[in-house]
């Protein structure tokens, strides 16, 4: 094979997969689950439920008649492995269906690294007590980093998913603008103070509001206490971001916006910025029952797994705002009262 052939490979645009599409997808779905239910692991203290062993639980493969805070550890462990196997198939399928250059590639790439990141994270958390009743500053910055990793792989398998659907797959990162970049900051920063705050409630819960306002208020409060108050704030910070974005990029579809020569959105881009909304909205509602129920366990997987589908939602609305923020500005086409004649005056 002569080396223009294999360049050509190596750029060639290439048709959808949906069957890679699909089994992308229900790679999200599996990491979805993993990551609620390391939330439970964490919400219920059986981090240590295998002891300080790792990979093996309790010096077994697979411990006989397990307590229940073994139960959970281990099935925490096994689900992602499993998540772990699925991801090192979708990078292998990838790397069969699409060109070295294609995003598709270096998405399923990047989820690759992400996981293995997030295993030996996970490792961490066990092998250095990081677990149970442990409150020590160490883990509230492991956990948001924890959670900072998780969010990437997500991102990335979502992206993997995404782009393997487009007959030209694009992922022009550098067209990212200063808003979109301050947007997904500012969620990611929601997310790790996120888990900071859900290991507050897990350690130190209330048994009332008003209890648990006064307890991060006092002089004496436990750091983590005191970090709890901080999420709501950036939570709400992202929120907002992320709808004024929204809001502006569906503006463009106005008249008066287009006379300016802006781009009209795409059905898809309509579509998906909508949702994004909706679930921005679900979420805030999410987070104030959270509060007001002081954080009852199911509740806060409940919210967790709304954050991330906030979290896939922004990445796939972020996927067509940058396709289509490469496209040439196109002035509008006139409307058909704009190309009536003028009315001549009778003399």
Aim: glycine letters at 6%; hydrophobic letters at 55%; charged letters at 15%.
């Amino acid at each position: 094979m002569s080396f223009s052939t294999r360049l050509a490979q190596r750029i060639a645009p290439q048709a959808p997969s949906p069957r890679f599409t699909a089994f992308a997808w229900f790679v999200v779905a599996v990491i979805l689950v993993v990551i609620v239910w390391g939330a439970l692991v964490r919400a219920t203290g059986s981090g240590a439920g295998c002891g300080s062993h790792w990979p093996l639980c309790n010096g077994e493969i697979v411990p006989p008649a397990p307590a229940l805070a073994t139960f959970i550890e281990f099935t925490h462990r096994l689900t992602s492995g499993i998540s772990l196997l699925l991801v090192v198939a979708l990078y292998w399928m990838a790397r069969q269906r699409f060109a070295a250059a294609s995003p598709v590639r270096r998405a399923a790439l990047a989820s690759l690294v992400l996981i293995i990141v997030e295993a030996l994270i996970g490792a961490g958390l066990v092998i250095f007590g990081l677990v149970e009743d442990n409150a020590s500053a160490a883990r509230a910055v492991y956990l948001a980093l924890h959670l900072v990793n998780t969010l990437l792989l997500l991102a990335a398998v979502t992206l993997t998913a995404d782009l393997s659907s487009r007959r030209d797959a694009q992922f022009p990162l550098s067209a990212a603008s200063t808003g979109l970049w301050v947007v997904i900051l500012l969620v990611i920063a929601s997310g790790a103070s996120g888990a900071v705050a859900a290991l507050g409630d897990t350690l130190y819960p209330a048994e009332s509001l008003r209890e648990g306002i006064a307890d991060e208020l006092s002089a004496t409060a436990p750091t983590l206490l005191r970090l709890r108050v901080i999420h709501p704030l950036i939570a709400v910070a992202a929120s907002l971001a992320m709808l004024s974005f929204v809001r502006s990029y569906l503006e463009r579809a106005r008249p008066r916006q287009l006379r300016r020569g802006a781009v009209a959105p795409s059905a898809e881009g309509s579509r998906r910025a909508r949702w994004l909304m909706v679930l921005v909205f679900a979420q805030l509602i999410g987070g104030v029952v959270n509060v007001v129920l002081l954080a009852p366990t199911w509740m806060q997987l409940v919210h967790l797994l709304m954050a991330d589908l906030v979290w896939i939602a922004l990445m796939l609305f972020t996927a067509t705002w940058l396709v289509e923020s490469r496209q040439p500005l196109q002035p509008a086409r006139p409307s058909a009262r704009d190309r009536r004649p003028a009315p001549t005056r009778a003399t």
